[in-house]
């Protein structure tokens, strides 16, 4: 059955039959997703002029709330403009683009018909049946020449063949009943409340392994940290045209977040409103503030393959953030990568999520250590481990103590803190939102900042001169090589032993 929507089922054990009957509660009232499409085309030299006419010219921002008020007028600015020079055309069948020519035809066909209904004058129906056959032939031959020039630009060496790939594979699969604490759920409503119950539960520091004695230790460094802060000084502001050269860097075709401002609507501002985003961020760097309308995600749901799709741990979340707060969070990323590149605070064996190096290069060094252990007959040993939901539930505090201690600057470590406080999140399903959760651990899925965090939280992964650790994010593998098993195994366990009160230090659960 198509083109319903389903609601409760339940079975009727009322009845003395082996086959129970199965109730259900259809919602006639509800919204069903069309079969059309809706294309919007939006006439951006008419969204230009209304973003530099409404752009506020120079708000007062001093504190706090006046930010986070310029930050909603700002993006009201934009959503209004987006909605007034945007039209929506319904498309019943595949969209494509076609050439004039083939239009011309198209409007001259539907005259002819026009004509052949008013006047049933037969030579009109002639024409436009005649024509009709000319344009399907037309359409025809243009998708050909468009596939073979499409087939032509396909290069292995960039991701064209992958993108290509992705889109004849790619089939729509509806989410089946999802498993909650309470039951199963069949609405939007009820699947996208439980994906957010089960994130919630997910987005929560590990309750073991931990050291009482080192969380109050590093509780009491922060507390007195911020107690003891002096007034900061100014840090270095942001340039309107440093802004202009992030917007240049935005890929148009990414989703829209929550406060629904699209890249492509950010890559068309006007210098006027460049300028006022540029105090925006300018202000955000002098109070030491990241705004609440920047630390919400709509979080998408993906099944992982080969998994029960009815259970919502078998998915994975995909995070949709503000694209403005990303400007800002590559701001400060920026300036993180400074710190951490000139104080040498990332490790050269930590190959995840840094420039230049990949999940390729680490497993060549892996190999040429074996190699090289062949060489001189001698054995390698590994231990190979992997970091239990290691971006969900890293340790807030335990990142911002170790900021302090790589002595970064000190308005950076107070903007990371609130990056990392009071986050929220909603699931979306069918465009049904859930109930607001919260993230009380972890960083950010989806956030420019997220990678950097992880690397400076691990950049303390113990060493062992005798060992070679290999690193990619939060996977991880020790090797070490002797002319004897024996000394392979004592020496491994001894880094094993370390590893384990380094997990117990830092609130890290392994996989096991």
């Given at each position: 059955?198509?083109?319903?929507?389903?609601?409760?089922?339940?079975?009727?054990?009322?009845?003395?039959?082996?086959?129970?009957?199965?109730?259900?509660?259809?919602?006639?009232?509800?919204?069903?997703?069309?079969?059309?499409?809706?294309?919007?085309?939006?006439?951006?030299?008419?969204?230009?002029?209304?973003?530099?006419?409404?752009?506020?010219?120079?708000?007062?921002?001093?504190?706090?709330?006046?930010?986070?008020?310029?930050?909603?007028?700002?993006?009201?600015?934009?959503?209004?403009?987006?909605?007034?020079?945007?039209?929506?055309?319904?498309?019943?069948?595949?969209?494509?683009?076609?050439?004039?020519?083939?239009?011309?035809?198209?409007?001259?066909?539907?005259?002819?018909?026009?004509?052949?209904?008013?006047?049933?004058?037969?030579?009109?129906?002639?024409?436009?049946?005649?024509?009709?056959?000319?344009?399907?032939?037309?359409?025809?031959?243009?998708?050909?020449?468009?596939?073979?020039?499409?087939?032509?630009?396909?290069?292995?060496?960039?991701?064209?063949?992958?993108?290509?790939?992705?889109?004849?594979?790619?089939?729509?699969?509806?989410?089946?009943?999802?498993?909650?604490?309470?039951?199963?759920?069949?609405?939007?409503?009820?699947?996208?409340?439980?994906?957010?119950?089960?994130?919630?539960?997910?987005?929560?520091?590990?309750?073991?392994?931990?050291?009482?004695?080192?969380?109050?230790?590093?509780?009491?460094s922060i507390n007195s940290y911020?107690?003891?802060?002096?007034?900061?000084?100014?840090?270095?502001?942001?340039?309107?045209?440093?802004?202009?050269?992030?917007?240049?860097?935005?890929?148009?075709?990414?989703?829209?977040?929550?406060?629904?401002?699209?890249?492509?609507?950010?890559?068309?501002?006007?210098?006027?409103?460049?300028?006022?985003?540029?105090?925006?961020?300018?202000?955000?760097?002098?109070?030491?503030?990241?705004?609440?309308?920047?630390?919400?995600?709509?979080?998408?749901?993906?099944?992982?393959?080969?998994?029960?799709?009815?259970?919502?741990?078998?998915?994975?979340?995909?995070?949709?953030?503000?694209?403005?707060?990303?400007?800002?969070?590559?701001?400060?990323?920026?300036?993180?990568?400074?710190?951490?590149?000139?104080?040498?605070?990332?490790?050269?064996?930590?190959?995840?999520?840094?420039?230049?190096?990949?999940?390729?290069?680490?497993?060549?060094?892996?190999?040429?250590?074996?190699?090289?252990?062949?060489?001189?007959?001698?054995?390698?040993?590994?231990?190979?481990?992997?970091?239990?939901?290691?971006?969900?539930?890293?340790?807030?505090?335990?990142?911002?103590?170790?900021?302090?201690?790589?002595?970064?600057?000190?308005?950076?470590?107070?903007?990371?803190?609130?990056?990392?406080?009071?986050?929220?999140?909603?699931?979306?399903?069918?465009?049904?939102?859930?109930?607001?959760?919260?993230?009380?651990?972890?960083?950010?899925?989806?956030?420019?900042?997220s990678p950097t965090l992880y690397?400076?939280?691990?950049?303390?992964?113990?060493?062992?001169?005798?060992?070679?650790?290999?690193?990619?994010?939060?996977?991880?593998?020790?090797?070490?090589?002797?002319?004897?098993?024996?000394?392979?195994?004592k020496t491994l366990q001894s880094?094993?032993?370390?590893?384990?009160?380094?997990?117990?230090?830092?609130?890290?659960?392994?996989?096991?």
């Open positions: 059955m198509k083109n319903f929507s389903t609601g409760n089922a339940t079975s009727i054990n009322d009845l003395s039959s082996d086959h129970n009957p199965v109730a259900f509660d259809i919602n006639i009232n509800s919204n069903l997703s069309s079969s059309s499409k809706n294309i919007n085309i939006t006439n951006w030299k008419t969204f230009c002029e209304l973003i530099h006419n409404s752009i506020p010219g120079n708000p007062k921002m001093d504190t706090e709330a006046e930010i986070d008020e310029a930050i909603q007028k700002f993006t009201c600015c934009i959503t209004s403009a987006i909605n007034l020079s945007t039209r929506t055309k319904v498309i019943s069948g595949p969209f494509r683009k076609l050439p004039k020519e083939i239009l011309t035809k198209i409007k001259i066909k539907n005259r002819l018909r026009k004509f052949y209904q008013i006047t049933f004058f037969p030579p009109y129906k002639r024409k436009a049946y005649k024509l009709q056959k000319e344009i399907q032939k037309d359409i025809e031959t243009y998708d050909n020449n468009r596939w073979k020039e499409t087939i032509m630009d396909i290069n292995p060496e960039d991701n064209t063949l992958y993108e290509m790939n992705r889109k004849l594979s790619k089939k729509f699969i509806p989410t089946p009943p999802i498993l909650d604490t309470d039951g199963i759920k069949y609405t939007p409503l009820g699947k996208a409340n439980a994906f957010k119950h089960s994130l919630e539960n997910s987005f929560q520091e590990n309750p073991e392994p931990y050291c009482n004695l080192h969380i109050n230790e590093v509780n009491n911020f107690n003891n802060l002096a007034t900061s000084s100014t840090p270095d502001l942001i340039s309107s045209q440093e802004v202009i050269n992030l917007i240049k860097k935005i890929n148009s075709r990414k989703a829209t977040g929550p406060d629904g401002v699209p890249n492509k609507a950010i890559r068309m501002l006007t210098l006027n409103a460049i300028t006022h985003l540029t105090k925006i961020f300018n202000k955000c760097l002098i109070l030491q503030h990241f705004p609440d309308a920047w630390k919400i995600a709509h979080v998408l749901m993906f099944p992982k393959p080969n998994q029960n799709r009815k259970h919502p741990g078998s998915y994975r979340p995909i995070s949709l953030l503000s694209n403005i707060g990303k400007l800002y969070e590559k701001i400060l990323l920026k300036r993180l990568n400074d710190h951490c590149y000139s104080n040498n605070i990332i490790p050269d064996e930590q190959f995840g999520f840094r420039d230049k190096h990949s999940c390729t290069h680490q497993l060549l060094r892996v190999t040429n250590k074996i190699v090289e252990g062949f060489n001189i007959k001698h054995y390698t040993g590994g231990v190979f481990l992997d970091v239990s939901k290691a971006f969900d539930r890293m340790w807030h505090n335990g990142l911002i103590v170790k900021l302090i201690n790589y002595q970064f600057p000190d308005y950076l470590i107070k903007i990371i803190q609130r990056f990392l406080s009071n986050r929220k999140f909603q699931v979306k399903i069918n465009q049904v939102l859930s109930s607001v959760g919260n993230i009380q651990a972890g960083t950010p899925q989806g956030s420019s900042l690397n400076i939280s691990n950049s303390d992964f113990p060493r062992n001169d005798k060992v070679l650790n290999c690193l990619f994010a939060d996977d991880s593998a020790i090797l070490t090589q002797g002319s004897n098993t024996r000394f392979i195994i880094q094993l032993e370390c590893i384990e009160y380094w997990c117990t230090k830092w609130r890290v659960a392994i996989n096991t």
